[in-house]
């Protein structure tokens, strides 16, 4: 065999062409004792029917009724039940009708969504010009008349993000701790306050510094619906780059950890304000989930105002597939730019910015005076009544927030003392005919579903790409940083295969580091992560908590096989990583070991494999029942670097569904194949 390497001066090209290969999903993993190993034993004959937790068994049993017609869809979930009776089955199913049903999967001939987003696009014009830093959108908007009766929910909320220009744990401890405190106080002391919250990320941080009396109190609210958790996932996940096992994980975590510790707090709406774009899956997981309404916010804004002002704003969201809306769910998209206050209240961003009271540094805020109350009443009234003009309903809900708002108590204190004269004005004048108080999103849902959700249209497709003004299209981040990108899908695989294998083993031991590493790859996932829109710093904090997790997953792993083969030595894995940002090597055996791979894929593998061992060396690879396997000795070159005192062994493995195998390394004399190597460009 003929092997011609050519070694390039620049490197990035190799990388490059590695991070694609590595970027394939692989639930496989090859591990190295230094004891005699039994025979080969199949996981199959150890099932058991419980998950690492058992509320993630009971999630994707119910997606598997939720999929029964859809047969493809429901094959993927049957994949992830780490159960051996199904095996081989979803094998031979997969075989069988992946090539059919990977097309009828994107069949939308059958839909018969009122809108297709498709469509939509295809006839909208799309010239440079009133995008979303403008002064004034939907000019000469007519506000809803006075004779209509409206309703208004002010909700206070403050979007946390879990690293972006800081870390996670920087954030927290200067911006989120405070924020919670003081929303959490202000609502204690004043019984008309609500507020809502999303990133269980960090309220666990926070929750886990109270007191009891805290916790109780914010049980309270809980109960009384005047705090109020919006979508509970473990952060507000990106939609673009994700996995759909991540989004899973990402949700679950959330939810199990508020079912844990505040079963009061179970969310029942969606959130996503800031997602660089919106897929329509992000909506079934939530129905999955139990929520029964999602809010959306970055939607182009092209798309947007052709939406808003056809009344289009409330849709109920249909996958591509579904014929009959079963899948349909209530969503409210903000018809305006920004989920901050100067562009929730209404369309005249220079009006609204006057009533942006937590940001005392915004330049037209205007303090609510007795003198001046009646005339503010009017002109924020007049913004509330025009975004009113865009809804089908009687029912508007006010965002107040922004990133990290509410950091100092005077904030909160500023929104309250400046609302509540405006809204004892509004509500005690007749001829205003409008009722404004404090709210909660489930609760603007609900006057949603009262007043009748056969008036509202459905609508199916997704919202990429993303622009908030003129050209400015949010697609770089599909690709930017595709080495985290890559470490993201390394942690999936490492995650999934692990929690198969502890699945089978119940090692209680390695419970927490198993829950830390789901959390690890549940944080990337959040829209500054995954995306790479993050600083440097914040990124390189994301690799070492990644790295840390996949270190985590390969111990845990090692354990699992050690007690499955029933051995007292521990295992090892032979690809290993110094650190985050270093290239995977391989561990020089001495050439007698016996190795054993993992397979927790549902279907028998056929593969290749390699092996470092020191040059002075000659090994043969023998299989327990086919014997000596095909195999070839070859030089080691990793990177562009010729290493000289180890070879690689190359040789075909076969291993079935849901098993061990292992193989023995025999030395020998004199090596049967060995490859012939020309090198090029070596200067």
């Known amino acids: 065999m003929m092997v011609r390497f050519y070694l390039r001066r620049r490197r990035h090209l190799l990388v490059a062409a590695m991070l694609i290969t590595l970027a394939l999903v692989y639930y496989q993993a090859i591990y190295v004792q230094l004891t005699a190993i039994d025979s080969p034993k199949s996981l199959q004959n150890n099932p058991s029917e419980n998950l690492s937790d058992e509320y993630y068994a009971t999630l994707l049993r119910g997606l598997l009724r939720q999929m029964d017609k859809n047969e493809e869809l429901a094959r993927l979930a049957r994949l992830s039940l780490p159960t051996a009776k199904n095996t081989h089955k979803a094998a031979a199913a997969e075989r069988r009708i992946f090539a059919d049903q990977c097309s009828a999967v994107h069949d939308v001939s059958h839909n018969k969504a009122s809108l297709q987003v498709t469509s939509l696009i295809e006839g909208l014009p799309f010239e440079i010009g009133h995008g979303g830093k403008t002064q004034s959108i939907f000019p000469g908007l007519q506000p809803l008349p006075f004779e209509e009766r409206l309703r208004v929910l002010l909700i206070p909320h403050s979007h946390c993000d879990p690293g972006w220009l800081d870390t996670y744990t920087s954030y927290y401890t200067r911006q989120v701790r405070p924020l919670l405190t003081n929303l959490y106080e202000w609502a204690r002391d004043h019984s008309d306050f609500t507020y809502v919250y999303a990133e269980v990320s960090f309220f666990k941080l926070w929750w886990e510094e109270q007191k009891e009396e805290v916790r109780e109190g914010v049980r309270k609210l809980l109960k009384e619906g005047r705090f109020e958790f919006v979508q509970g996932g473990w952060v507000q996940a990106d939609e673009a780059n994700t996995h759909y096992f991540a989004l899973f994980n990402e949700m679950l975590d959330g939810h199990d950890w508020l079912k844990a510790n505040l079963p009061e707090a179970m969310p029942k709406s969606g959130w996503a304000i800031d997602p660089f774009g919106l897929s329509p899956t992000m909506g079934y997981v939530n129905k999955l989930f139990g929520l029964t309404g999602m809010h959306i916010d970055r939607v182009h804004y092209r798309v947007k105002t052709h939406l808003a002002v056809n009344k289009h704003i409330e849709f109920l969201w249909r996958q591509s597939w579904d014929a009959t809306g079963e899948t349909d769910m209530l969503t409210h998209m903000n018809p305006f730019p920004g989920y901050n206050s100067e562009n929730t209240c209404g369309p005249d961003r220079n009006v609204c910015e006057r009533f942006t009271f937590y940001n005392r540094n915004a330049r037209l805020v205007t303090k609510v005076t007795p003198e001046n109350t009646k005339d503010l009443s009017e002109l924020i009234l007049s913004q509330w009544r025009k975004k009113a003009a865009l809804h089908r309903t009687d029912t508007i809900f006010i965002e107040l927030g922004d990133d990290f708002t509410y950091t100092k108590k005077e904030f909160v204190a500023d929104i309250y003392d400046n609302y509540t004269p405006l809204m004892k004005y509004i509500n005690s004048e007749p001829s205003l005919n409008t009722e404004v108080k404090w709210g909660t999103v489930t609760e603007y849902f609900d006057h949603v579903r009262a007043h009748g959700v056969d008036k509202i249209p459905s609508l199916s497709g997704d919202f990429f790409t993303y622009a908030d003004k003129d050209a400015d299209y949010w697609s770089g981040y599909f690709t930017s940083r595709p080495f985290y990108k890559n470490l993201d899908r390394m942690l999936e695989s490492a995650l999934r295969r692990t929690e198969i294998l502890f699945s089978f083993t119940r090692l209680e031991s390695s419970l927490a580091d198993l829950q830390t590493a789901r959390q690890a790859l549940s944080l990337f996932q959040h829209h500054d992560g995954i995306t790479g829109t993050s600083v440097r710093k914040v990124v390189d904090d994301y690799g070492n908590i990644l790295y840390n997790a996949y270190q985590s997953c390969n111990a845990i792993t090692a354990l699992a096989i050690q007690h499955l083969l029933n051995h007292d030595t521990l295992f090892s894995p032979i690809i290993k990583r110094a ?105």
């Open 579 to 683: 650190r985050f940002n270093d290239y995977d090597r391989y561990e020089v055996l001495l050439g007698f070991q016996e190795l054993v791979l993992a397979n927790t894929l549902p279907r028998d593998t056929q593969s290749v494999r390699l092996v470092a061992v020191q040059a002075d060396r000659s090994v043969a690879i023998r299989g327990e029942a086919e014997g000596h396997v095909e195999q070839q000795v070859e030089p080691r070159i990793e990177y562009g670097e010729v290493i000289l005192d180890s070879n690689y062994v190359v040789f075909e493995a076969e291993v079935p569904s849901v098993s061990l195998k292992t193989y023995q390394m025999e030395p020998v004399t004199n090596p049967k194949a060995v490859a012939k190597v020309e090198l090029y460009n070596t200067d």
